[in-house]
C-alpha cells in the first residue's frame, strides 16, 4: 500500500495563478482533510471530506475549494494565488468508525507563491 | 483557533533521560491524539488516549490524561536521538469528525 500520496512534492507560483494539489489514498478510507502548516505552528484543517460526496469547511477556508473526486481523491485548489498561501500542504485520511480514528498523513507539498 | 496548547515549545535534552511534553484543550473531547513530525516529512500517529481513560502505554511512550483541567502528558523515556522531532497533540471533539491540532513541541535530543 503506497498509503496517501500528494502531488506535487514542490511548486512555485507567481501571485495570482492557478493551481490544484492533488492527493489520493489506497487504504479505502472514508474521511479526507487539507491542512496547511506554517513555520513553527501546528496544523490547521482547510477543509475536509467527511464522506464520498460531501465537502465542509474548516478553519481556514478562504481563498481554496476542494472536490472529493471519488473515495479515493480529494483535491486542493488555489484559483487566484496570494503570498499569504505559502505554506507546506498536508493531506490526510482516516476511516472514520467513530471513537478511535487516527489520521494518516500524505509527504505533504511545499507551496510558494512569489 | 487552535484547541490545543502544547508546553514547552521547545525541549533538548541527552540521549537516555526522559521527555515530557503537555498539552491543553478547551472543549469536550472523544478522544486526544499524539502525532509526530520529522523535519520535512508528514506527521505519523503515535498514541491515542479515550476521554475515559487516565493512561496508556506504547512502548517508551506514556500519555496521561486529566479531563477535569483538559489537559495530557506525552513522556519519552530513556530517548534516543532518533526521538528528535516535533511531537503534536490533537483533539478530537465531541461534535464531529475533525481532528484539531496543538502548534507543536520541538524536543531535539542530542547523543
Known amino acids: 500500500n503506497a498509503g496517501v500520496t500528494q502531488t506535487p512534492k514542490f511548486q512555485v507560483l507567481k501571485t495570482g495563478q492557478s493551481m490544484t494539489l492533488q492527493c489520493a489514498q489506497d487504504?479505502?478510507?472514508?474521511?479526507m482533510y487539507w491542512y496547511r502548516q506554517d513555520p513553527g505552528m501546528g496544523l490547521r484543517l482547510i477543509y475536509y471530506?467527511?464522506?464520498?460526496?460531501?465537502?465542509d469547511k474548516g478553519e481556514v477556508p478562504n481563498g481554496y475549494n476542494v472536490s472529493r473526486l471519488n473515495k479515493r481523491e480529494f483535491s486542493l485548489r488555489l484559483e487566484s494565488a496570494a503570498p499569504s498561501q505559502t505554506s507546506v500542504y498536508f493531506c490526510?485520511?482516516?476511516?472514520?468508525?467513530?471513537?478511535?480514528?487516527?489520521?494518516?498523513f500524505g509527504p505533504g507539498t511545499r507551496l510558494t507563491v512569489l | 483557533s487552535q484547541q490545543g496548547e502544547e508546553d514547552p515549545q521547545a525541549l533538548s535534552i541527552q540521549e537516555g533521560e526522559n521527555a515530557t511534553m503537555n498539552c491543553s484543550y478547551k472543549?469536550?473531547?472523544?478522544?486526544l491524539q499524539w502525532y509526530r513530525q520529522n523535519s520535512g516529512r508528514g506527521l505519523v500517529h503515535l498514541i491515542l488516549?479515550?476521554?475515559?481513560?487516565r493512561e496508556k502505554h506504547s512502548g517508551r511512550l506514556r500519555v496521561t490524561l486529566d479531563t477535569s483541567k483538559k489537559s495530557s502528558s506525552l513522556l519519552i523515556t530513556a530517548s534516543r536521538a532518533a526521538d528528535t522531532a516535533s511531537y503534536f497533540c490533537?483533539?478530537?471533539?465531541?461534535?464531529?469528525?475533525?481532528?484539531?491540532f496543538g502548534e507543536g513541541t520541538q524536543l531535539t535530543v542530542n547523543p
Open positions: 490526510a485520511s482516516t476511516r472514520l468508525t467513530g471513537g478511535e480514528d487516527t489520521q494518516y
Open positions: 487504504m479505502n478510507h472514508n474521511s
Open positions: 471530506s467527511a464522506s464520498e460526496g460531501t465537502t
Open positions: 472543549t469536550s473531547i472523544n478522544n
Open positions: 488516549i479515550r476521554s475515559n481513560e
Open positions: 490533537a483533539t478530537e471533539e465531541t461534535s464531529g469528525s475533525r481532528l484539531t
